[in-house]
């Protein structure tokens, strides 16, 4: 799993309310990026990071917003979440010896209701 | 609009049957190319291509990039109902952006 945990699994929350979920890596690698997952959709790029305090969007980052302020840790944050934001979110990291295979995190499965 | 396409988006073979899913994508800048398999969680890695013309192999699987025509094949022989999965593959970027297609839903029937 090279290292990679999502927290939290599962959450389920109410509209206009924030939400932050964390991906933290064990394995020192610079690239890390956030997926959403919806049926017929693929996995679609929220942002990415490519350093402590780099960062980029992705096809989809409206409503998100993303911090990375130790090499560790990429937090994804959805300031006010909205029922369409339910989804499927991955975090992912690239292997910074091949630097182009990514490995996955096990997902966190968010509701919005 | 959509940078990576993958066609079938479904397919439904017998045990036994050969398939082949198509990754094309609209960019001729591009580092490299990777094919994943996605089960029940989290996508797994099968293959990255970066030449023209070389294949990947790995046991019945078997995958090859054509960067002039601008698509990838993800070959299966003699599938197993082990190989039902989605496939996914996805494009990295000189900027280093990963962008996925949107996956070809395998079933295989026993």
């Known amino acids: 799993d090279a290292g990679i945990t999502q927290s939290p699994r599962h959450k389920v929350t109410e509209t206009g309310t924030p939400v932050t979920l964390r991906c933290h890596q064990t394995?020192?690698?610079?690239?890390m990026y956030w997926y959403r997952q919806d049926p017929g959709h693929g996995l679609r790029l929220i942002h990415y990071s490519y350093g402590v305090k780099d960062t980029d969007k992705g096809e989809v980052s409206d409503g998100y917003s993303v911090s990375r302020s130790k090499t560790e840790d990429f937090l994804l944050t959805l300031e006010s979440a909205t029922s369409s934001q339910t989804s499927v979110y991955f975090c992912?990291?690239?292997?910074?010896?091949?630097?182009?295979?990514?490995?996955f995190g096990s997902g966190t499965q968010l509701s919005v209701l | 609009e959509d940078k990576v396409v993958q066609s079938p988006l479904s397919l439904v073979v017998h045990e036994g049957d050969t398939v082949t899913l198509n990754c094309s994508y609209e960019v001729t800048n591009f580092r490299s190319l990777l094919w994943y398999k996605q089960e029940k969680k989290a996508p797994t890695f099968l293959f990255m291509l970066t030449s023209s013309g070389i294949e990947k192999k790995s046991g019945r699987l078997s995958s090859i990039l054509d960067k002039k025509e601008l698509f990838s094949i993800l070959n299966i022989t003699a599938t197993q109902t082990g190989d039902s999965a989605v496939y996914l593959c996805a494009v990295v970027f000189p900027d280093d952006k990963i962008i996925f297609g949107k996956g070809t839903r395998l079933h295989i029937l026993p």
């Open positions: 394995e020192n690698h610079r690239y």
């Open positions: 992912a990291i690239k292997d910074s010896r091949t630097n182009e295979k990514l490995f």
